[in-house]
């Protein structure tokens, strides 16, 4: 989908403001303090970061970089259920351009550990298994195979992705 270039151009400074408001919280390389991020939040500043992103989002719909960068911030504050459909957002945008920098298997390994952390093992081990599938060199089998002890472990469950094959089997063709 082609984005007329002044929609691009609004999108890219409502993106810019909110990246200022973010850069407050969000520290470059560094997670934030509990007591920032929930200054962060208790000043409004989320709701205004939501809604220029949701903005930008709407100006330039196929943009996979707006809801992944909403995304990591967002995992960043802690808010982990936001995060998830953020990413998941991005990368089925990137997939529809055939950009794999945000929907290859390092953004579905950020998409696991991001579910992991917010306790969706089920999306978590499907995204493992795109990465899985998606990692054409095998370079991350050993991330892959951690994340899964990690769902393991969690779930208290030696097979999950049995567990949830199992579940899939019974839907109805």
């Known amino acids: 989908m082609d984005v007329a270039p002044e929609a691009a151009a609004k999108a890219e400074a409502l993106v810019g403001e909110a990246d200022e408001l973010l850069t407050e919280a969000l520290a470059p390389g ?3 303090e509990a007591e920032t991020a929930e200054r962060f939040l208790s000043e409004g500043k989320l709701d205004r970061v939501l809604a220029l ?3 930008a989002m709407r100006l330039d719909p196929s943009e996979p970089a707006y809801p992944w960068n909403l995304g990591s911030a967002m995992n ?3 808010l982990n259920d936001l995060a998830l459909g953020f990413l ?3 990368i089925h945008l ?3 351009r055939g950009e794999s920098e945000w929907s290859g298997p390092d953004a579905q390994l950020a998409l696991a550990e991001v579910a992991i952390d917010a306790g969706e093992y089920d999306l978590a081990l499907t995204a493992l298994a795109h990465a899985r599938a998606d990692d054409q060199q095998n370079g991350r089998g ?3 195979g951690e994340l899964l002890k990690e769902v393991r472990s969690e779930q208290d469950d030696p097979q999950p992705q049995v567990s ?3 579940l899939l089997g019974r839907l109805p063709a």
Request: glycine content about 10%; hydrophobic content about 45%.
């Open 94 to 96: 990137a997939a529809q």
């Open 76 to 78: 960043r504050l802690g």
């Open 164 to 166: 949830l094959a199992s």
């Open 88 to 90: 998941t957002r991005a």
């Open 30 to 32: 560094r997670w934030p």
């Open 142 to 144: 050993a991330q892959i």
């Open 53 to 55: 992103y949701g903005q």
